[in-house]
């Protein structure tokens, strides 16, 4: 005799669903594996971008070293590399012709020292896990001629005051970091770097000057701590030229900043800066902007400046932060040169684009100047808001920069917006197709 088992209805169907069920969570843990592997290799691709490691010292006369370790006045000596020096200012203790591999040590860290020292001609090394050069809580410390490549932070300086770095190359990593005070960055090259070229963090009183910032993932030269002065700096290829984030009473003087990714130079949470003479251009990508006022950055002067050639000359959005509007307002903008942006200037908030006398030059006004003064009879208006430049000026500002560089094409608009739309529906082509494999399988199961 045979016997048959009889499945009941109800339990077919909620096999039918539990299988329905596992084929779409099984579809979507496909989908975040994918996404994951897709993160992972731009993560790769970034990082490979910027690890291209040669270890050739570009100092000749440089020796094999191991990394040093300096803890205290009493520890500059010659075990410790020190090859000369008395640490007095007109003897200062010197390291210098070491070529260290800091892969798993500070290439040279110095803590708790207040006797003058040189560091110099020196090359150092490594995998990013360690720094290049560390000093903590140290005054009267030179750092010359130093090249400090693929190390965690090339040269970090922290919670000191009175230090130089002077003529010094870094590459990879995370680029110079000081906080302290009264501490001077001059004729330095940062290049490389997974995030800011140059960060300024607690501190005040730091001058960079004459320093060039490149091909970093994050800002050239990155803000966050007041009083501090920034002249004569160029900075191109980054995200953005120089970021000032919760940062206030800064001067940014003649500095060059051009073809980074997003903003010539931001301002964010950061009032009462001053910045003037700077050129500012060749920011092409659809909607980057020359300078960019955001979140409650309020007071700060912008003069003798030339912006030109940028999707956005200058940028201030109304923003958001924590669910608060928090505009920028009362900033004063005039005697600056807007040349062939594509958007000379949007303000949605209240700013002053000219002082009592005089405003800006637009190359694309069109009013009259009856009076011959050098001042247009009409307002130029700003777009977004309802701001005017009451006194634009018939010819450019002569103390400001010259401009350089080409307008952005147009045609990169368009491409910008083709691209997102095939992105949106290679993503819906996914999606559908997912859920007709996923209805395919319940048909079969319930055929």
Known sequence: MEYSVMIPNTLKNKTEKKGGKRSIFVLVILLIICSSLLTYAIVISEISRHEMPSYHSPYPETKPHAPISINSNLDFTYINGVTSGLGTKDEPYIIENWEINAKSKNGISIQNTSLCFVIRNCYIYGKYWMDGIYLNNVTNGTINNVTCEYTR??????????????????????????????????????????????????????????????????????????????????????????????????????????????????????????????????????????????????????????????????????????????????????????????????????????????????????????????????????????????????????????????????????????SQFLCIIVVIIIIVVGIGVVLVRLRKKGG
Not at 237 to 257: F, K, P, V
Not at 328 to 349: K, L, R, V
Not at 393 to 409: F, I, R, T, Y
């Open 153 to 418: 932070n090339g040269i970090w300086v922290n919670s000191s005051a009175y230090n130089q770095i002077i003529n010094c190359t870094v590459r990879g990593g995370y680029g110079i970091d000081v906080s302290g005070s009264n501490n001077k960055i001059t004729s330095t090259i940062v290049h490389e770097s997974v995030s800011s070229g140059i960060f300024l963090g607690s501190g005040i009183n730091t001058t960079i000057e004459n320093c060039i910032t490149y091909d970093n993932s994050g800002a050239g030269i990155l803000i966050c701590s007041s009083n501090n002065l920034i002249i004569n700096c160029t900075s191109y290829r980054n995200d953005a030229g120089i970021s000032l984030e919760y940062a206030s009473n800064n001067t940014i003087i003649n500095c060059t900043l051009y073809a980074n990714s997003w903003n010539g130079i931001t301002f964010s949470h950061s009032s009462y800066n001053t910045m003037e003479y700077c050129l500012i251009y060749n920011h092409h990508q659809v909607y980057a902007r020359g300078i960019d006022l955001s979140f409650s950055s309020n007071n700060n002067c912008i003069r003798n400046c030339t912006i030109c050639n940028n999707w956005i000359g200058f940028s201030v959005p109304k923003g958001y932060y924590n669910n608060v509007l928090c505009p920028a307002d009362d900033n004063p903008i005039y005697s600056n040169n807007f040349i062939d942006n594509i958007i000379q200037a949007e303000d949605s908030c209240s700013n002053h684009w000219n002082n009592e006398t005089s405003g800006n030059y637009w190359n694309d006004y069109t009013g009259k100047d009856a009076n011959i003064d050098g001042v247009g009879d009409t307002s130029y208006k700003i777009s977004e808001g309802n701001n005017r430049d009451y006194y634009p000026l018939m010819n450019p500002v002569e103390n400001a920069p010259s401009s350089k560089g080409s307008p952005p094409s147009e045609w990169a608009y368009l491409w910008f917006f083709l």
